[in-house]
């Protein structure tokens, strides 16, 4: 029992616990200030984008998963897709193959045509009648997508009407009427030849 602190155990002796004489308070008071302070600050809210703005459409610079990049070649306007290669042109049609799947060349097709109806088989994608976006106005084409196992052919066909002949200088409406077989009235002038 030679240190006097020995009653007070639980503070500790001499200058190792705490310093006696020293008034801690005002340091205690400010340090509680500082801390509630930094809690009556109001949570960030970060700014919601428009619903308009919040699609499942990705940006414009970034393809859709399974879409296909285009390429470098053109058939008829037609911009092909990367991975095939033109095997033939002609003034009426055309003709690209790649290994890509026939389902992801559709697709591609469908993005870049005008078309009122599309012919979907097992094997071949058809559109019948449709205009090239980007391509000639006044043409129509027929555009087959053909699976052929692990690749895919493209063909592209010119289905434009011809236009009709220009009418002929100098001749009569009932000299057109008799070319072609009927009288003015619309009868035919041979009855045997329609049997």
């Not at 009556?40 to 990049?69: I, M, Y």
């Not at 991975?83 to 389902?103: C, H, K, V, Y």
């Not at 559709?106 to 979907?120: F, I, K, L, S, T």
Request: contains cysteine.
């Amino acid at each position: 029992d030679a240190c006097p602190c020995r009653a007070h155990r639980l503070v500790g002796c001499a200058r190792r616990v705490i310093a006696r004489g020293r008034d801690t308070r005002p340091l205690s008071a400010l340090l509680l200030l500082s801390l509630a302070g930094a809690c009556r600050t109001e949570p960030r809210q970060v700014p919601k984008k428009p619903a308009s703005a919040q699609s499942s459409k990705p940006p414009l610079d970034h393809l859709a998963a399974g879409e296909l990049p285009p390429g470098q070649s053109s058939l008829f306007g037609l911009v092909i897709p990367k991975g095939m290669t033109i095997q033939g042109q002609f003034s009426d049609s055309g003709l690209a193959f790649g290994a890509l799947r026939a389902e992801a060349v559709a697709n591609y097709v469908r993005e870049r045509v005008d078309v009122g109806q599309v012919e979907v088989g097992a094997a071949r994608t058809v559109f019948p009648a449709c205009r090239i976006k980007g391509g000639p106005e006044t043409r129509t084409f027929r555009i087959e997508v053909v699976s052929e196992g692990p690749a895919t052919r493209l063909i592209v066909q010119d289905v434009t009407p011809p236009p009709p002949p220009p009418p002929e200088v100098g001749v009569s409406d009932a000299e057109r009427w008799r070319r072609a077989g009927f009288s003015p009235d619309g009868k035919p002038l041979n009855m045997n030849a329609l049997k």
